[in-house]
């Protein structure tokens, strides 16, 4: 049985997952965190990963510990200098629990980065999904996973105690055939609604064809189909350590920012 004030049925997506047989977000975002460790000026020998599909990491990172995305992460405290999370976020029930679990997870010094779905995900099936349903039914229900904006998922870096926290996104737009080739995809994916607090009924047929036509209608391409749009946020931050940059004390500072420009100090007006 589902708690209440649960975000998600946890059987029901693990059975979606066992499903799953198109892992291109996923795929996508291993390639964008590998493309990112290369950029870090550090050698990482005890990585760990947090990840619902370890099959897109067993060739990828072979030496590093495994970890499914389950309510507690099966880590040891202080046993790894780099933990992945790889975009199973937006279906904790407790995302900033998850990231405090990666935190203690890390020696000092240590890298947590973390790839996730992003608030702008699935907008145009969202937004049609939701005219549809009131036209057709009166009503609305829950369908597709609530997922934080930047600005909030950066935020939980910090309430994890993460030093240096760093977000950024960028979006994946994807050609679909109509909103039915969408829905398909999201399956093969493992995507679909594991909401706690979907529907159990089933769905008039009609709210999928008004949502099918308002697709076409708003989100269609000049050469056919229609558009998805996948956000990707890639968070990182640090363990605390005392070797760490810090911020200098307001009023520390020993030289003017006019002088360092060579430009004149005006005063503020009253």
């Known amino acids: ?28 975002a291993a390639d964008e965190v590998q493309d990112r460790l290369l950029l870090v000026n550090r050698a990482f ?22 970890c499914p995305d389950h309510d507690r992460l099966a880590l040891l405290p202080g046993a790894h200098d780099l933990v992945l999370h790889t975009m199973g976020l937006h279906w904790a029930n407790d ?7 990666c935190r203690r997870a890390l020696v000092a010094d240590g890298l947590l980065m973390v790839v996730a ?16 349903e009131v036209a057709v039914t009166g009503g609305l229900s829950p369908r597709i996973a609530p997922m934080g904006e930047i600005r909030d998922l950066g935020g939980l870096l ?48 009609r709210v999928f064809e008004t949502a099918s036509q308002l697709y076409t209608d708003h989100y269609a391409l000049a050469a056919g189909g229609i558009k998805a749009t996948f956000e990707m946020v890639v968070l990182t ?34």
């Open 1 to 28: 049985m589902t708690e209440p004030n649960t975000l998600t049925d946890l059987n029901a997506l693990a059975l979606h997952r066992a499903r799953a047989t198109e892992l291109f977000l996923q795929e996508a």
């Open 45 to 66: 020998t005890k990585p760990a990963i947090v990840t619902p599909f370890a099959n897109i990491w067993a060739t990828r990172m072979p030496d590093a510990t495994l």
């Open 95 to 101: 995302p900033v629990g998850q990231l405090i679990q």
């Open 117 to 132: 779905l992003g608030g702008q995900t699935l907008s145009e099936l969202r937004n049609c999904l939701a005219q549809a």
């Open 158 to 205: 910090q309430r994890a105690g993460l030093a240096l926290p760093v977000a950024d996104s960028f979006l994946l737009d994807v050609q679909y055939r109509d909103l039915w080739h969408l829905m398909r995809d999201l399956r093969a994916m493992g995507e679909s609604n594991a909401l706690a607090a979907r529907h159990r009924k089933f769905t008039p047929r």
């Open 237 to 270: 931050g640090w363990a605390p350590d005392e070797s760490q940059q810090k911020p200098l004390r307001p009023g520390s500072a020993k030289q003017r920012l006019s002088d360092a420009l060579a430009v004149p100090e005006t005063p503020l007006r009253d």
